[in-house]
């Protein structure tokens, strides 16, 4: 690249350890740099690999939810 166009790039939105921004330019439409994860796509949607259990899973979640309403929702008549 030439450094007038280096110059005008992005720049990364990464904090340093002194809390400062990163001041490397972003990578083409990303949001970081090269070095803070610009280049890594990230896990895969619905990536089960890395699963321990299914606690937290949307699923999971979705069914607490509906219980806790119900248990409140069964305090309230009750009291």
């Known amino acids: 690249m030439q450094p007038e166009i280096l110059a005008q790039a ?5 904090k340093t350890r002194r809390g400062t921004s990163c001041q490397s330019p972003a990578v083409q439409g990303r949001k970081r740099c090269r070095m803070h994860g ?4 990230g896990a895969p949607k619905g990536n089960r690999n890395a699963w321990k259990h299914g606690r937290y899973s949307a699923e999971t979640r979705q069914l607490l939810a509906y219980l806790k309403g119900v248990v409140r929702s069964g305090a309230a ?3």
């Open 10 to 14: 992005p720049r990364c939105g990464a």
């Open 77 to 79: 008549v009750m009291a």
């Open 38 to 41: 610009g280049t890594n796509p």
